[in-house]
C-alpha cells in the first residue's frame, strides 16, 4: 500500500483549521495545519510529499500572494483555493495563476475530498517522474542494476550503449520476468533524450477505448494527458505491444509516421511473446512492426547466464536478509549446482521469490533451496534444464559464489577469509582477479 500523501491547510481560522483537518484524516489523508501563509512557506518546500489546501481571505500574506510564492518554490504542487461566497471572480483569477481548483464556501465535504484525492493522484504521479528522471539521469547507475558478467549479459550491456545514443524506434523481446522493462530505463538513460520525459504504459492493463485516450487522447477531466503528448521529445515506452488492437495499431503507426525522421518522440515497444506459440511479429500488422523493430533487443533468459544466477541469488538473499533482520542462508556445492541446473521459466522475477522464500525458510530454521525448486514444478524431482552445461562451469560458479560471501561475511578481510577456505594469499589473489571480485567492495 503506497505512503499516505499529506495535505497541508492553510487558513487563519482555528475552526475551519480543524474541521478540514478532522474530515480529510477521515478520508486517509495525512494533514498538517498552518495558521498563516508565512508558517506554511516556511514548512512546505519544494518535492513536499502532497498537496496544499488553502483559504484566500487571510490578513497579512494572502491566499494569492500564497499561490504565487509556492509556484514559485514548487510550480507543480497543487493547490486548492477556498473562497467566500461571491469571490468567484477572484478565484477563476487563482485557477489562471496555477491554482488547481477552488472550493466556494459553504463547501461540499465529499466535494473536498474528491479534489483531494484527483490532486494528490497528480502530485503523486509528479513524484513519482521526479524521482525516476533522477535516477535516469546516471545512465551509469542504471546500467549497473543489470546484474551479471555472463558473455549474454555483456552483451546485453553492449547492446543498450549502442542503440541508445541512436535515435530509432526499439523493439525489446524476451521472456517473462527477464527485466525488459529495466532495459528500457537504461535504453533511455544512457541516450541523448535521458533529460527529457519518459513515460511508461501498460498496453494490457486498459479496456481498448481507455487505452485510445490513455494514448492517443482525448483525455477526460480525471485522467492523465495523453502519452504521445506526455512522452514529446523523450521516450515512449509500450509494454506488452502485443495487446494492442489492429485499430489502435493503424493510429500507433499514423502517429509515428506523422513524427517524421529524426523522430521527435522515441517510441520502445516491449513484447512478451517469445516464449510462446507466436510472435511479436505474428501479431502486428508488418509495417508497424518493422517501424517498431528497426532497432531490436532480445534480454536472455536467466537460464543461458551461467554463474550470474548464483551472483543474483547471492545479491538477493542478502537484500531478503537485511529486511527480515536474520541471517542469509549458506548454499551448499549441491544447491548451487540446482540453481544453476534450474529451468528457471519465470526467470529473475521466480529467483527473486525463491530467493526471499529461502531466507525465510533459513529463519525458521527448515527447508531447503532444492524443495524451493521443486515447489515450483509439477515434477517430484528438482528441476533441471535441457541445456547442459559442463563442469568446470559448474565448479568455478561454485568457487566464485564462496569467495564472494565469504568476502562480504567477513568485510573484506583477507587473513579471515584464507583462514576459512585454507588458501595461500596468492592463490586468493589469483582467484579474485579471475572472477573480477575486488576487495574494496566489501569494506564498509
Sequence with gaps: ???????????????????????????????????????????????????????????????????????????????????????????????????????????????????????????????????????????????????????????????????????????????????????????????????????????????????????????QEDEPIPAMEQARGGTLVLEDIEALSHALQARLLTAINEQGNPAETRIVAICNLQEQDKTCESVLRPDLFYRLAALKIVVPPLRQRGEDILSLFTRLSEQFADEYGCDAPEVSAQEAAQLLQAPWPGNVRQLINVAERAVLQNRRGTGSIASLLMADTEDTRPAMTTEGKPLKEFVEAFERMLIDNTMRRHKGSIVAVMEELCLPRRTLNEKMAKYGLTRSDYLN
Design 1 to 219: 500500500m503506497s505512503k499516505a500523501m499529506k495535505i497541508a491547510i492553510v487558513d487563519d481560522e482555528k475552526d475551519m483549521r480543524q474541521s478540514i483537518s478532522q474530515w480529510l484524516a477521515l478520508s486517509g489523508f495525512d494533514t498538517e495545519t498552518y495558521a498563516s501563509a508565512e508558517d506554511a512557506l516556511r514548512g512546505v518546500g519544494n518535492d513536499f510529499p502532497g498537496i496544499i489546501v488553502s483559504d484566500i481571505k487571510m490578513p497579512g500574506m494572502d491566499g494569492m500572494q500564497f499561490l504565487k510564492k509556492i509556484k514559485g518554490v514548487d510550480s507543480a504542487l497543487p493547490v486548492i483555493m477556498i473562497t467566500g461566497h461571491g469571490d468567484v471572480p477572484m478565484a477563476v483569477e487563482a485557477m489562471r495563476i496555477g491554482a488547481f481548483d477552488f472550493l466556494e464556501k459553504p463547501f461540499n465535504p465529499d466535494r473536498m475530498t474528491e479534489l483531494a484525492k484527483r490532486a494528490t493522484s497528480a502530485r503523486r504521479l509528479t513524484l513519482d517522474n521526479r524521482a525516476l528522471r533522477k535516477e535516469l539521469s546516471d545512465g551509469t547507475a542504471i546500467i549497473q542494476k543489470l546484474i551479471g558478467q555472463s558473455p549474454p549479459m555483456e552483451r546485453l550491456k553492449e547492446d543498450i550503449l549502442d542503440l541508445g545514443q541512436a535515435d530509432g524506434h526499439v523493439l525489446i523481446e524476451g521472456e517473462t520476468g527477464t527485466g525488459k522493462t529495466l532495459v528500457a530505463h537504461a535504453l533511455h538513460a544512457v541516450g541523448a533524450r535521458a533529460s527529457k520525459n519518459f513515460t511508461l504504459i501498460s498496453c494490457s492493463a486498459y479496456e481498448e477505448e481507455a487505452l485510445s485516450r490513455r494514448l492517443f487522447g482525448p483525455a
